[in-house]
């Protein structure tokens, strides 16, 4: 059962993680494109990606997180801690902050155009908040494989 669960969790790690690096690397495609469409397009398609495919891997991931620490672990563990702060960051951010902004920047296009600066002000600061993201994604990812104690 422990297998199971742990291959859920890197399953879903490599989804979340992995579907980030991915649209951090199009969103600077993107940005630099000559095609006014994209930039529109490319909100629209992170908000669905967010909402239906990293928010449902976050939170399996985290569940099965808890049933491996509970099996093995303990949460008083400094890796375990911070990793659970720093997923329970990035949950927030998303649901709370990146995945309604989104929606908002989708709007600004649709009624100022392709072109709305201020659809893509808006854009250009949620793809810094998503890498700001990533980066404490790869701290997550080295707590998980390096174990720190304190002592």
């Known amino acids: 059962m422990y297998e199971l669960v742990k291959y859920i969790h890197i399953l879903c790690a490599v989804i979340w993680v992995g579907g980030a690096v991915y649209s951090q690397v199009l969103a600077v495609r993107v940005t630099a494109s000559t095609d006014p469409m994209d930039l529109p397009k490319l909100g629209r ?13 976050s939170i399996l991931l985290f569940i099965a997180g808890l049933i491996l620490t509970i099996q093995r672990w303990e949460f008083q563990q400094l890796w375990i801690s911070v990793a659970i702060v720093l997923w329970l960051t990035s949950a927030l951010t998303g649901s709370l902050y990146l ?14 155009g392709p072109s ?26 080295a707590l998980m494989v390096f174990k720190p104690t304190l002592g």
């Open 45 to 57: 398609n992170v908000e669905w990606i967010g909402t239906r495919v990293f928010l449902p891997s």
């Open 99 to 112: 995945g309604p902004k989104s929606k908002v920047a989708a709007g600004l296009f649709e009624t100022e």
């Open 116 to 141: 709305s600066v201020s659809g893509r002000a808006l854009l250009n600061r949620l793809f810094l908040i998503s890498r700001i993201e990533l980066v404490l994604f790869l701290i997550t990812i």
